[in-house]
């Protein structure tokens, strides 16, 4: 994480001006992380080597962990990768939405092989998010983006947590509020179709286009990647975590979910409600690495529709730290 100026971090509102602005630092090769309906994005122009490496170098990240390419459409994606059927029938089910398809790079693609991190294959989103939307029609350009945070950290769902972690290491942050979703897109591939990585789109959802349950690779942690930044300890608060807890240890903040769990420090959905639960976990994490307690204790959640992304960020934040 060295070599990185410090400098001063805009705070912009997510109006036409502040979306005008973060188009434009976007343009002069800055980085500005933005809202989408997942998680904040870190952008930066993907088909500038200048900004793509300085993404790297904000987040700390490991430069074999891909990076995603966003655009505004399915046409500007089509410029980038090349769509077999399945991934058409995929991107007109599911985009725009919390859904990334890693596909073939297209000739003439353009962007800089940071990006890929030298893969044959790109990882591309259309988000829904409206201000993601607005941003990317502004650039009119593909904007590579990560989730908003130091590598290994918490991913932002609010602006507050971006600059929590990334303040004085990039140009702005553009202040759309909480993101409705709360994880990230789901991964697929479609050469064969395998689910890489459980997000925000179920892999129920995904089955009802395939017509069956997308293939869950078995992955090999810290290689090169075929499916990436599956790195075991990840999303990680400062405090121990521990997982499945009906009974939590003294002096422990017990995460709840659903209705039976009284003198819970926090409950990610009272109702037992997983689209709830996904919404207000990585805040619900941030809140609670800042409170008095030995550890975070979280009680079960269901590993069916938005609780396998849930279970696998929580599964994370709980494995031992490398
Ligand atoms: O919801 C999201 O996906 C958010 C928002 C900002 O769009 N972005 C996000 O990016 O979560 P990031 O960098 O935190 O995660 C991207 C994941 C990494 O696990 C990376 O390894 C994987 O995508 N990835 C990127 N390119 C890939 C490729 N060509 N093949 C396989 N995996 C790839
Ligand atoms: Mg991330």
Not at 180 to 185: H, L, N, T
Not at 275 to 288: I, T, Y
Not at 303 to 321: F, K, S, T, V
Request: hydrophobic share 45%.
């Amino acid at each position: 994480m060295s070599g990185q100026a410090e400098q001063q971090t805009e705070r912009l509102r997510a109006d036409a001006d502040g979306i005008a602005r973060a188009a434009a630092l976007l343009q002069g090769g800055g980085l500005v992380a933005f809202p989408t309906e997942t998680v904040y994005g870190l952008g930066g122009l993907a088909r500038n080597p200048q900004a793509v490496a300085a993404i790297y170098g904000a987040k700390g990240r490991p430069s074999f962990n891909p990076l995603i390419a966003h655009v505004a459409d399915i046409a500007a994606a089509r410029r980038i990768a090349r769509f077999d059927p399945l991934a058409e029938r995929l991107a007109a089910a599911f985009w725009p939405g919390p859904l990334t398809l890693v596909l073939p790079l297209a000739q003439g693609h353009g962007l800089a092989p940071g990006v890929t991190a030298g893969l044959d294959t790109v990882a591309l989103r259309v988000p829904a998010a409206p201000v993601a939307q607005a941003l990317l029609r502004a650039v009119d350009a593909p904007v590579a983006a990560p989730s908003a945070n130091p590598s290994g950290r918490i991913s932002p769902t609010r602006a507050a947590h971006v600059l929590d972690g990334l303040d004085g290491r990039i140009a702005a942050v553009l202040d759309g509020g909480p993101c409705p979703v709360g994880v990230e897109s789901t991964i697929l591939a479609t050469h064969p179709p395998r689910l890489l990585r459980a997000g925000g789109l179920s892999a129920e959802d995904v089955a009802r286009v395939l017509g069956a349950m997308p293939e869950t690779p078995h992955v090999v942690e810290d290689s090169a990647p075929s499916a990436p930044g599956q790195l075991t300890s990840h999303y990680a608060p400062r405090k121990p975590v521990r997982l499945n807890v009906t009974e939590p240890e003294a002096g422990a903040l017990w995460l709840g979910f659903g209705p039976d769990c009284p003198g819970a420090a926090l409950n990610l959905s009272d109702r037992a409600d997983l689209a709830e639960a996904a919404a207000s976990l990585f805040d619900a994490l941030h809140r609670l690495d800042r409170l008095d307690g030995t550890r975070i204790d979280v009680a079960p959640i269901p590993d069916h529709g938005l609780g396998a992304a849930i279970n696998d960020r929580l599964r994370r934040a709980a494995a031992p730290r490398g």
